[in-house]
């Protein structure tokens, strides 16, 4: 029966047990990233609404079609920077999460999704409306760019690293790193990260959240600035701040919902399998392996990174290791992520593995406003090498 024929129902998730049963059913059938190389199960625990909830701003939307649960929707909304002329910020629309049960795919569910959600946004004064995706996922780019008028606005990398807990990296020892109160935090960030493309103006929300772990920042010991302390007094802006440094903050995602690899090639699953054997027979050779992620697992997740001065890869590199120490604690935590700008030099500094990260994270974008469609060039032709950097708030992972 075509669609046409079929009454198609789109409503807001109600979070009662009937609707959170057929929802979490929906994602379990549902693939998420390109099936012919590898794909993810999300479990979110009971709660899907899990990956916005903690939006300023959020909604869920269900499709149904015979009072079958076929699809949803997920949507938050926040204000960022944007750079735009004549106002250097806007409120923006994310969509996420969409998903429609296989057997009813291709009817145009998904497009009914998406442009309800847009309603949405528009009735609350929302700028922009954005998304992500891999930039394999033809299904998704197709509708998304060809159907409902998104523009490619940027690609970053997603860097993942495998979480190795027989093993803590041994810091630097001229290295300095030091954990940093919220307000010194939020302070730093205001002042260095402000202008970076869709920083969040409630980041003091973020850092105070329950899930943000902590923010560190990492300095050589020998600095010219031996006084530095990262440490506010009744004026901020006397805070001492030493020549070269770097920071970053961790949010731990797993506490909100889990991933399971779907699918993988069979060299990863042959390495995998043999590492474990090996590891057993022989535990005193600590032979690299790769981490079981058949089963449910939880996972880190860096952001706000950046740094000053000069011979800071190396400062970026000892936060990492911090961090990964700090996981290898945590263990149901098995990864590591971070997105960054395809451009930023911050990708070479970053420990990841290329079989697990994602090099091009499509993000496309769409004008919701006239005088937002007036300047939306400006965010989408602007040159790779002139590009600022890229602020990906860890409430929208």
Same mark, same amino acid.
């Given at each position: 029966m075509g669609c046409e024929e079929e009454i198609l129902i789109i409503r807001s998730y109600d979070g009662q047990s009937a609707d959170r049963g057929r929802v979490?059913?929906?994602?379990?059938?549902?693939e998420v990233g390109p099936s012919e190389r590898v794909f993810l199960f999300t479990d979110t625990m009971g709660d899907p609404i899990c990956r916005i909830r903690n939006s300023p701003l959020y909604k869920m939307l269900v499709a149904e079609v015979d009072n079958q649960l076929v699809g949803v929707i997920q949507g938050s909304i926040k204000v960022v920077t944007v750079h735009q002329a004549p106002k250097d910020r806007a409120k923006v629309g994310y969509v996420l999460g969409l998903r429609v049960a296989p057997s009813f795919r291709r009817r145009g569910i998904g497009c009914s999704l998406v442009r309800r959600l847009e309603e949405w946004f528009v009735i609350n004064d929302v700028d922009y409306a954005y998304m992500a995706t891999e930039k +394999?996922?033809? #299904?998704?780019?197709?509708?998304?760019i060809n159907k409902l008028g998104y523009t490619n606005f940027r690609v970053p990398a997603i860097l993942v690293n495998p979480v190795k807990h027989y093993r803590s990296y041994h810091l630097p020892s001229n290295i300095q790193i030091a954990r940093l109160k919220v307000d010194v935090a939020e302070f730093l960030y205001r002042k260095f990260m #402000?202008? $970076?493309?869709?920083?969040?103006?409630d980041i003091d929300h973020v850092l105070k959240h329950k899930l943000s772990l902590?923010? !560190?920042? #990492?300095?050589?010991?020998?600095?010219?600035? %031996?006084? #530095? =302390?990262?440490?506010t007094n009744s004026s901020k802006s006397e805070i001492t701040i030493p020549k070269s440094w770097a920071m970053l903050s961790v !949010?731990? %995602?797993?506490?909100?919902?889990?991933?399971?690899l779907g699918k993988a090639p069979l060299s990863c699953l042959i390495y995998?399998?043999?590492?474990?054997?090996?590891?057993?027979i022989f535990p005193c050779l600590?032979?690299?392996?790769?981490? +079981?992620?058949?089963e449910p697992f939880g996972f880190y997740f860096m952001y706000g990174v950046h740094r000053e001065g000069t011979g800071t890869g190396k400062l970026v590199r000892a936060l990492c290791q911090y961090v990964h120490n700090m996981a290898a604690a945590a263990r +149901?935590? =098995?990864?590591?992520? $971070?997105?960054?700008?395809?451009? +930023?030099s911050l990708r070479e500094e970053i420990p990841h593995w290329k079989l697990l990260s994602c090099p091009e994270d499509l993000w496309c974008i769409k004008a919701l406003k006239k005088e937002a469609r007036n300047s939306l060039h400006e965010l989408t032709k602007t040159p790779p090498t002139t590009r600022p950097a890229l602020f990906v708030d860890p409430r929208e992972v």
């Open positions: 979490e059913d929906l994602e379990r059938r549902c +394999d996922n033809e #299904a998704s780019v197709k509708l998304f #402000a202008s $970076t493309e869709f920083f969040p103006h902590g923010t !560190w920042v #990492a300095y050589y010991k020998d600095d010219d600035v %031996s006084s #530095a =302390k990262f440490e !949010w731990n %995602s797993g506490e909100v919902f889990k991933l399971r995998t399998e043999s590492s474990k054997v090996i590891d057993k600590k032979l690299p392996s790769i981490p +079981d992620f058949y +149901d935590c =098995k990864v590591i992520v $971070t997105e960054i700008g395809g451009e +930023d």
